[in-house]
């Protein structure tokens, strides 16, 4: 079924399918915001790496300056 599907994605990672036109940019115009969830998940009974946890400490801090952590 090549061909069939439909994906959304950020522009990160696929730079060099848009400039070989492997991939077509077709923006999505819409009066409202989009948005979504994102979530970092971690096995239970564990706990995230260092790096990880910095990461998305300073993604909340810069995204949602609100909230304490």
Avoid: W
């Avoid at 950020?10 to 399918?17: A, F, K, Q, R, V």
């Avoid at 848009?18 to 970092?40: A, M, W, Y």
């Avoid at 096995?43 to 990880?52: E, M």
Wanted: proline share 6%; aromatic share 6%.
């Amino acid at each position: 079924m090549s061909g069939m599907g439909i994906a959304f994605q950020t522009i990160i990672g696929i730079e060099e399918d848009l400039e070989d036109q492997r991939l077509f940019h077709i923006p999505v115009t819409r009066p409202n915001k989009i948005s979504s969830d994102l979530g970092v998940y971690v096995r239970a009974n564990r706990t995230l790496p260092v790096a990880a946890d910095h990461f998305v400490r300073e993604l909340i801090h810069e995204t949602r300056p609100d909230v304490l952590i």
